[in-house]
């Protein structure tokens, strides 16, 4: 089992910065990629970004140039550096680990809220 417990959401305004961050725990060795969804109000989950176990990174076109996604394996921690956030990026943020061969965890969920 893989757990996730994510951290840093919060308000802020519009052009402003947030970092999360997505501490994992757990066979953590099992674990092949991480990454952030997020789920706005009356809309479906959509991908953020991802990093694989090798440190390839991939994101939504919506956040290209604003969002950064990193790892620290010393801490077992995926961050991702949010900037020039926009009121649209307003969702519940998830972090995800895909580990074993088809298993998802799933973090509780973060709140970022930016206003306009």
């Known amino acids: 089992q893989v757990q996730l417990v994510e951290s840093g959401g919060g308000l802020v305004q519009a052009g402003g910065s947030l970092r999360l961050s997505c501490a994992a725990s757990?066979?953590?060795?099992?674990?092949?990629?991480m990454g952030w969804y997020r789920q706005a109000p009356g809309k479906q989950r959509e991908l953020v970004a991802t990093?694989?176990?090798?440190?390839?990174?991939d994101y939504a076109d919506s956040v290209k140039g604003r969002f950064t996604i990193s790892r620290d394996n010393a801490k077992n921690t995926v961050y991702l550096q949010m900037n020039s956030l926009k009121p649209e990026d307003t969702a519940v943020y998830y972090c995800?680990?895909?580990?074993?061969?088809?298993?998802?965890?799933w973090g509780q969920g973060t709140q970022v809220t930016v206003s306009s």
């Open positions: 995800n680990a895909l580990w074993g061969l088809v298993t998802n965890s």
């Open positions: 757990g066979s953590i060795g099992s674990i092949r990629a």
């Open positions: 990093i694989t176990s090798r440190g390839s990174t």
